[in-house]
């Protein structure tokens, strides 16, 4: 038995789930006020959890094993810079990255919110120059076309917020186009680089550790690109190319010149870094202060996660729920579905959030768990997903839980038209009429029962809806900083470490050595190869032979 499923608390939980696990959610609704029981707003954010096949009892069960686990501690430890990411024997201190200028956190005995703020000014310098085309290409001309080159953690953060924010681009970036390439492959680059012309274009290389191949391929490729229309290397360089890395001698190395570089931090994780230098496509995109003001939602919930009581703490509930599905009540896949277009990416970005940080199965002290952790996570726009995948959530055999999200307010002032508004009223009206069907199934309907059986609803899927007042610079940084911590509240209880991810070491080195098997073809090559694997290579290096 692990530490964590020996704890009276887990084993009490156990029992607990075992009773919810033969109780059906339209069951839940006899006594009391339950939908304001299981509900909380914490500043622009309403959230209801009444939908979770969870009684008082249970989130209480939870709630103590919460303490068992020393979850009020590791919550300090974690904003406190403790070396809480133990494999790597470092801190995870994104939340430094949105302290005001007058907090202190130290790393080994050093404030860090300094360098923060420096760096910060560094970006809202070369936003400003960018912005009022002081920043110039080779030839003289503005910078029209930005794209940024990264992958996972130096990608999905600037790529989702730049697709929600959007409207809140501000006129002096509104000549400036945002664009994000990040495969392997070369197909997206390809193409972008077909659209662009070299004089106005800029290239930020997001990574890091600056070692990532499909960043450093994609990188070698716009460099060519551009090298092939001014000849010069350092003016190419000079002009073109920005550098956001916590490796500045190897960003050096690659070319990138010390006054294109931003810095962050080893104590930063990539899929945590959005609020560094690596966001410089959203500060470019909605403007410093829209940068400013997301890193002001963050903080906001950085304090309710770090003073608010447990039974009210928004992140802390959101992580409890996602462990009592997923591993008291056993349902193994959760969906993300918000009912805004905007949001788009959010279900993408989260993937990387939640399944690299928590697809983990040792504990920090290295035994092998014997519960499940991690769901499997995905998700897509409400309205479009309910044309899609809504049917195995109502008809299939596997359980899933799912977060719903919407925003209140949507075209205010600024829009005239009344039939944008009908279209918010719908997106609401679907987001609610899912929730219901998808917890009471057709007993949501008179004579639902009767139905023949295909198309009948069994119901009892549980569900979270998280209502924002409106969509923000500063309640989108709340919102990622809400899962963030969700993500963390779930390794705690786990007794798993979110920060690092080896698991995605043993396949790059695979990767290096099978390239080069492709690229140098040797007489041992089939040998050192599974069969499978073999095969395939002969084929892929037949089909790459030139024919004579
Ligand atoms: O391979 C996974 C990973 O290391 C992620 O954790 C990270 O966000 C991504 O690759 C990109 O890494 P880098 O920013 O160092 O290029």
Known sequence: MSQRSALPEWQHLQQCALRARSRHLRDMWQSGDRAAEFSRQAGPFFMDFSKQRLTGADRDGLLALARACGLEQAIGDLMAGVAVNNTEERAALHTALRADAHEQVFVDGRNVVPAVHASLERMDTMVTRIHSRQWRGYSGKPIRDVVNIGVGGSDLGPVMVCNALGEFTPPEAHELKLHFVSSIDGTQIADLLGSLKPETTL????????????????????????????????????????????????????????????????????????????GLPVALQIGMKGFRDMLAGARFMDQHFRHTPLADNLPVLLGLIGVWNATFLDIRAHAVLPYDGRLKVFPSYLTQLEMESNGKSVSRAGETLDYSTCPVLWGDVGPNAQHAFYQLLHQGTQAVSSDFIAPLKRYG????????????????????????????????????????????????????????????????????????????????????????????????????????AMKFSGSGDAAAFDGSTAALLARIKKAGRKPS
């Open 203 to 278: 290239f930020i290389i997001s990574s890091k550790s600056f070692t990532t191949v499909d960043t450093l391929s994609n990188a070698r490729t716009a460099l060519q690109w551009m090298l092939e229309e001014t000849g010069d290397h350092a003016m190419t360089l000079n002009h073109h190319f920005i550098g956001v890395s916590t490796r500045a001698d190897r960003m050096s190395e690659w070319g990138i010149p010390a006054a294109n570089q931003i810095e962050f931090w080893e104590w930063v994780g990539g899929r945590f870094s959005l609020w560094s230098g690596i």
């Open 413 to 516: 002032d600024h829009h005239s038209s009344t039939d944008l508004q009908v279209q918010h009223q719908l997106a609401l009206a679907n987001c609610l009429a899912q929730s219901r069907v998808l917890m009471l199934g057709d007993a949501c309907v008179e004579n639902g029962d009767s139905a023949p059986e295909f198309r009948r609803y069994r119901g009892n899927q549980p569900s979270t809806t998280l209502l924002i007042d409106e969509l923000t610079p500063y309640t989108l940084g709340a919102l990622v900083a809400l899962y963030e911590h969700k993500v963390f509240v779930m390794s705690v209880i786990w007794d798993i470490n979110p920060f690092d991810q080896w698991g995605v070491e043993l396949g790059k080195q695979i990767a290096d050595a099978t390239f080069l």
